[in-house]
Structure formats: structure tokens, C-alpha cells
């Protein structure tokens, strides 16, 4: 079974930062993209970083880049997402997941979320 477990949310102030962990079990999972999206009450599902099985390729959501820094140890089976510069608008459940990263010849990647997911993480900015 696949289980993906996230860790580290908690309440910031907006300008400050957290580091999410996520640990997976159940597959070889330093063979698959992992990566986080995030929902908020009221709002889609939003992608917010993918990357690859030996980190060759990474994606970040416009919304975060320059401010967040995914990696991973594929010896642990551990993601980690470094979240600085938070704002109020970060605020969400932040989900651990396997992603499928899709790189364009012409430049540029994007990521699905179409895998397992773990339960989350809860991510509160305060103003």
C-alpha cells in the first residue's frame, strides 16, 4: 500500500517560513516523481512543486516560485519542501504526492497530480 506522509505544517507570520516533510512507504518510490500541491477551503487544487525520481527535473507553480525549494533524499524516501517569504495567500492543506513531471521540448515543465496522495499538512499565514 501506498502511504505518503506529510509533517511540519503549523501557524507563521507572513515574511517567515516552514519546512514540509513527506515520507514514503508502500513503493519504490525513489523510482517516481514526488512532489506537493496544495488546497485551500473554497479554492481548486493547485499544483506547487514536482520533482523527479534523482531530481534531474523540477517544477515549481508561478505562485511559488523563487520562494519555495523542493529535494528529496531517496535514501530516507523523503521530500522535503522549504517554504520562505510565506504569505497569507500560502494558507492551505499541503498534500504530499506522487506527480508526473511533463517537460516541453520548446522549454519549461509542468506537473499532474493524478497519483496516490497522503493526508496533509495544515499551512496557516498569518497577516
Known amino acids: 500500500e501506498v502511504q505518503l506522509q506529510a509533517s511540519g505544517g503549523g501557524l507563521v507570520q507572513a515574511g517567515g517560513s516552514l519546512r514540509l516533510s513527506c515520507v514514503a512507504s508502500?513503493?519504490?518510490?525513489?523510482?517516481?516523481?514526488i512532489g506537493w500541491f496544495r488546497q485551500a477551503p473554497g479554492k481548486e487544487r493547485e499544483g506547487v512543486s514536482c520533482?523527479?525520481?534523482?531530481?534531474?527535473?523540477?517544477y515549481y507553480g508561478d505562485s511559488v516560485k523563487g520562494r519555495f525549494t523542493i529535494s528529496r533524499d531517496n535514501a530516507k524516501s523523503t521530500v522535503t519542501l522549504q517554504m520562505d517569504s510565506l504569505k497569507p495567500e500560502d494558507t492551505a492543506v499541503y498534500h504530499c504526492?506522487?506527480?508526473?513531471?511533463?517537460?516541453?521540448?520548446?522549454?519549461?515543465?509542468?506537473?499532474?497530480?493524478?497519483?496516490?496522495w497522503g493526508q496533509g499538512t495544515l499551512v496557516t499565514v498569518s497577516s
Open positions: 504526492a506522487e506527480c508526473e513531471l511533463i517537460v516541453f521540448a520548446a522549454g519549461g515543465e509542468t506537473a499532474e497530480f493524478n497519483g496516490s
Open positions: 508502500g513503493f519504490t518510490s525513489d523510482e517516481y516523481p
Open positions: 520533482i523527479s525520481a534523482y531530481s534531474t527535473n523540477i
